[in-house]
């Protein structure tokens, strides 16, 4: 006989509930919940300075929350700073880009993870085995799909999208728990775009959950499990691409709809509704 009991629902990866972050007298995280669960692309989406930047980071150790409360596999945790996160498997692209531009694009994927040469040339004289970062490089690069010529060149050598690969292609090699990514295709053409969101795909087939903060509807649409809708600060709703129209999305994105408990939308601001073109769902 077929169990009738409700699905279980898996233990989320990375949750939190009422953080809150205030600088002066702006409220950037205004009491905001999360959840990421095993296996999925989570979108989160919003206005501009709905604070979806502020919460990443909140969650990452950029910043340190006032209030709330972040778990980790189940287990309450406190990052002390993003170093903290990356060893906890938490790799993270920031929207204001983390590359050292100057380093060449193997030393790059390194950063803080250096290979040090063998015997004392790397134990005392601290001397990095750079072929060896290069040719780890390379099979990561290979792996995912990227191409990007020489590994050896400066990244300030390259474009504002490939610097993004980088970024990008560094988080998917050493995550393990989380993969987070603020904007990624932001700056990127079509075809890079596409390769990222194949990158995403690689990665969620890893078995690495990805969070994926995007002004794309259509990059969201195509990609995301699910979507957390972000405005004002904190969670406005969570819910399902299959089950909203884009325009709907939007609508409660800006405040035009709101999501009510049994899943259903109200007309919060007619006005806006009937502009977004979404009516009473
Ligand atoms: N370091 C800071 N100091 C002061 N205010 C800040 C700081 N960081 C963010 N804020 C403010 O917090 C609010 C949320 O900003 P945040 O960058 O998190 O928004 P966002 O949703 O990521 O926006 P965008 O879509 O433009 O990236 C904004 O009002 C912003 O001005
Ligand atoms: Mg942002």
Redesign the pocket.
């Known amino acids: 006989m077929k169990d009738s009991a409700p699905e279980k629902k898996p233990e989320p990866v990375l949750s939190a509930r009422g953080l809150v972050k205030r ?2 007298h ?4 205004d009491g905001a919940d999360f959840e990421l669960l095993p296996g999925e692309v989570l979108a989160v989406i ?12 909140a969650l990452t150790g950029a ?1 340190v929350p006032d209030a709330g409360e972040i778990r980790l596999h189940g287990e309450p945790i406190r990052f002390s700073g993003p170093l903290e996160a990356r060893r906890h498997g938490i790799e993270t692209v920031y ?1 204001d880009l983390a590359v050292a531009p100057s380093m060449d694009i193997a030393a790059n994927m390194f950063l803080g993870r250096e290979i040090r040469r063998a015997g004392p040339l790397g134990t005392v004289f601290r001397m990095l085995d750079k072929k060896a970062m290069r040719r780890e490089s390379a099979d990561y690069m290979a792996a995912l799909q990227i191409r990007l010529g020489s590994l050896g060149q400066a990244v300030e050598t390259l474009s504002g999208g490939q610097r993004q690969a980088v970024a990008v292609a560094r988080a998917a090699a050493w995550a393990r728990s989380v993969v987070v990514m ?2 990624p295709t932001a700056a990127l053409g079509v075809k890079e775009s596409a390769q990222v969101l194949d990158l995403i795909r690689r990665v969620r087939d890893k078995g690495i959950p990805v969070i994926l ?1 995007s ?1 794309n509807m259509p990059h969201v649409f195509e990609i995301a499990d699910r979507i957390h809708v ?1 405005r004002l ?1 904190r969670r406005e709703a969570l819910i399902k691409p299959a089950d909203y129209s884009m325009a709907e999305v939007v609508a409660i994105m800006t405040g035009a709809l709101s999501v009510t408990a049994d899943g259903g939308t109200v007309v919060s601001d007619d006005e806006a509704a009937s502009a977004a073109g979404v009516r009473r769902g």
């Open positions: 600088y002066g702006v409220t950037a995280i919003g206005d501009n300075g709905a604070g979806k930047t502020s919460l990443i980071k910043l929207q603020d904007e903060i002004h972000h600060g």
